[in-house]
C-alpha cells in the first residue's frame, strides 16, 4: 500500500471508529488491526522506541501475563497482536531470560483454537503445582464471547523454554455462573495452596460492585464458587487482573503464594478498569472465612494506594524462589493516537521488573528495579555537594540523557519555608497541575528535569514539593508531561503522588530511568513510583539532556548523584 492510499484508510477510519463494550476496555480499531505501513520512516519508529524497556520488534502488546521462572529461566508471557499496532487478534506471546533484562522471545505460547477461546485468549496467571509443574489458568471467550476460566500445561517438562503448552480437552474448568455477568468474568490469579484446597480468584462486578470472586478446588480440576468473593467494594466498577499475595513483615525478602500466618500481612491489588490504575490496600486474610479484609490504613477503592501513579496497568507479580524475591510487572501504555502507534508500527511496553516489599511501617509496599538492571549500567557521572539556590540548575553532562539510570539524594537544610498544605488538597495529579516546575515555592520544587531540550522548550520534570499541614510535613512527587513535546495531540498529564515519608533527616532520594519515549521514577527509595510515556521531538537521541533544578526559596543541596548511560541488552527479542 502507497502511503497516499494509507493516509485515505486513514481518514476513513478516524471517522469509523467505534468501541465495543463488551471487547474488555480497549477500544477497537477494526480497519487498524492488520493494518501494517510498508514504508515507516526509520526515524519515527525508532526515536521513541524505548532501549532497555521489554517491547517486542513491532506490534501491539499489553497485560503481562503469567511470570515465572522454572529450571532457571525467567518466563514471561503477554497479550500481543501478531498483526498490527492496535488491540484485537490476542494471543499469549512468550519470552525467555536468564536475568529479566535479555529476553529471547519465542513462539507464542497460546493461541485462539478450541471453541473454550475461539473469541480470545486473555490474562491469566501461572500456578507451579507440586512436582514443579506450571499450568496456566487464562480467561478464553467462548463462541457466545463469554469468559470462562481455562487451563493450559506444558507439552514438555524437560524443555526450560517450555515451548509448546496443551489445552486439554476438559475446559472450561470454571463458566460465569448464574447471576453473573458473562462478559464481565476474567483474569484468573496464581492459585494458593491452604488446609487442602487450592483458591484462586477471578475479576468481576456486579452492577457497579466490583469483585474478586473465590473458587476452590481439590484437584485443580474441579472448581466451586465460595460463596462470597474473597473482597469486594461498591462503586469501583469492574476488578480486572487481580493479584493476591502475602508479604513478610520481618524481612524484604518475597513469598510464596502459598505463604500463610502470623508473620505475614497480605496484598490485594485490583486493576481498575473505570480509571485504568492498579489500587492495592494491605491486610489480613481470614482463611477460614475466606476474606480479606484490608487494614484501616489502607483506603479501599480509587482514592487508594497505587502502585504508580502514572502509567502502569494490569500489572502481575510472581515469586522468584531463586532469588527470594517478590517481582512485579507491569504494562505501559503509549500516550499517543492509534494513528501515530499504526505509523510507528508499535504500541505498549513493560515497565523494568519490580521488587515489591512491605514497608517497616506496614502501612503501604516499596518497590525497586530488579538489581539485574544495573548490569546495563555504563559510564558513571557523579556530583556531590552542589548547592542549588531558587532558580538554580544543573546540567549531567557525559551521559545519553535520552537513555539513562539516575539516582539522586536531595539535602533540605530546613523546612521552615514550606508552604502550608491546605486539606482539601487530596487528589496529587490536580495539585501537581496547579504547582508544576515553574510555579516557585517553599521547599522545592526541584528535583530533574528529564527529557530536556537544550533550552527548555520540551522537558518532563520529576520533582518533590514539600509543605507543612497542621502536624506533619506533606510531600508531593510529580511526574509531569505537560511540557514534555512540543507535538500537539499527545496525552500529557502531569501525574503525581503523595510519598509518605519522615524528613528527620532532611532527605529526600529520587531514582529516574530514562528511555527515549519513558520516564520511570521512583521517589523515597521506591514509596512511591510514577511512570510517564513522553515523546519529544527535539529532546531526543543526542540532543537530550538531563538537568537537576530547584525552584524554592530554600536552597536544596544534591549530596549526592549517580547516574549511568544504559547500554542495549544484548538480546531485546530481535
Ligand atoms: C523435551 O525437551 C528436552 C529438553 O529440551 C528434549 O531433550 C527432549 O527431546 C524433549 N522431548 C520431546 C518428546 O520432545
Ligand atoms: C455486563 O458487563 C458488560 C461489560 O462491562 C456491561 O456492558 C453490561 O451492562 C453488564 N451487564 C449487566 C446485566 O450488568
Ligand atoms: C486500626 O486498627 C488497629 C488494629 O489493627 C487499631 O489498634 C486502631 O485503633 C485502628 N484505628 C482506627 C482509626 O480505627
Ligand atoms: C522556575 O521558575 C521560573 C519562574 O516561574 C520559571 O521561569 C522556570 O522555568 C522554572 N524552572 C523550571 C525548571 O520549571
Ligand atoms: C493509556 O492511554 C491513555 C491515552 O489514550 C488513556 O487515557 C489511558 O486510559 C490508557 N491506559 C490504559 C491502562 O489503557
Known sequence: MVVGEFFSVFVLCCILLFNIGAEGSHKVYPHFQSLKLAETSANVKEVHRTGFHFQPPENWINDPNGPMIYKGLYHLFYQYNPKGAVWGNIVWAHSVSKDLINWEAIEPAIWPSKPFDINGCWSGSVTILPGNRPVILYTGLDPQKRQVQNYAI???????????????????????????????????????????????????KRKHRGMAVLYRSRDFMKWTKAQHPLHSKEHTGMWECPDFFP?????????????????????????????????????????????YIPDNTSVDGWGGLRYDYGNFYASKSFFDDVKNRRILWGWANESDTAAHDVEKGWAGIQLIPRTVWLDSSRKQLVQ????????????????????????????????????????VTFKIPSLEKAEPFDPSWVNA???????????????????????????????????????????????????????????QGL??????????????????????????????????????????????????????????????????????????????PKQMNN
Not at 270 to 291: A, C, E, I, Q
Open 368 to 407: 525497586w528495579p530488579v538489581k539485574e538492571l544495573e548490569t546495563l549500567r555504563w559510564n558513571n557521572v557523579q556530583l556531590s555537594n552542589q548547592k542549588l539556590t531558587k532558580g538554580n540548575k544543573v546540567e549531567i553532562k557525559g551521559i545519553t540523557a535520552g537513555q539513562a539510570d539516575v539516582e
Open 491 to 568: 496525552y500529557k498529564p502531569s501525574f503525581a503522588g503523595f510519598v509518605d515519608v519522615d524528613l528527620a533527616d532532611g532527605k529526600l532520594s529520587l531514582r529516574s530511568l530514562i528511555d527515549h519515549s519513558v520516564v520511570e521514577s521512583f521517589g523515597a527509595g521506591g514509596k512511591t513510583c510514577i511512570s510517564s510515556r513522553v515523546y519529544p521531538i527535539l529532546a531526543v537521541m543526542k540532543d537530550a539532556h538531563l538537568f537537576a533544578f530547584n525552584n524554592g526559596s530554600e536552597s536544596v543541596t544534591i549530596e549526592k548523584l549517580n547516574a549511568w548511560n544504559m547500554v542495549k
Open 429 to 487: 495529579q490536580e495539585l501537581c497541575a496547579q504547582k508544576g516546575s515553574h510555579v516557585q515555592g517553599g521547599v522545592g520544587p526541584f528535583g530533574l528535569l528529564t527529557l530536556a531540550s537544550k533550552n527548555l522548550e520540551e522537558y518532563t520534570p520529576v520533582f518533590f514539593r514539600v509543605f507543612k499541614s497542621k502536624d506533619k510535613h506533606v510531600v508531593l512527587m510529580c511526574s509531569d508531561a505537560r511540557s514534555s513535546s512540543l507535538k
Open 247 to 291: 508479604v513478610s513483615l520481618h524481612s524484604d525478602n518475597g513469598l510464596d503464594t502459598s505463604v500463610i500466618g502470623e508473620n505475614v500481612k497480605h496484598v490485594l491489588k485490583v486493576s481498575l478498569d473505570l480509571t485504568r490504575y492498579d489500587y492495592y490496600t494491605v491486610g489480613t486474610y481470614d482463611k477460614n472465612k475466606d476474606r
Open 154 to 204: 506444558p507439552k514438555n517438562l524437560s524443555d526450560p523454554y517450555l515451548r509448546e503448552w496443551i489445552k486439554p480437552d476438559n475446559n472450561p474448568l470454571v463458566v460465569p455462573g448464574k447471576g453473573m455477568n458473562a462478559t464481565a468474568f476474567r483474569d484468573p490469579t496464581t492459585a494458593w495452596w491452604v488446609d487442602g484446597h487450592w483458591k484462586m480468584l477471578v475479576g468481576t
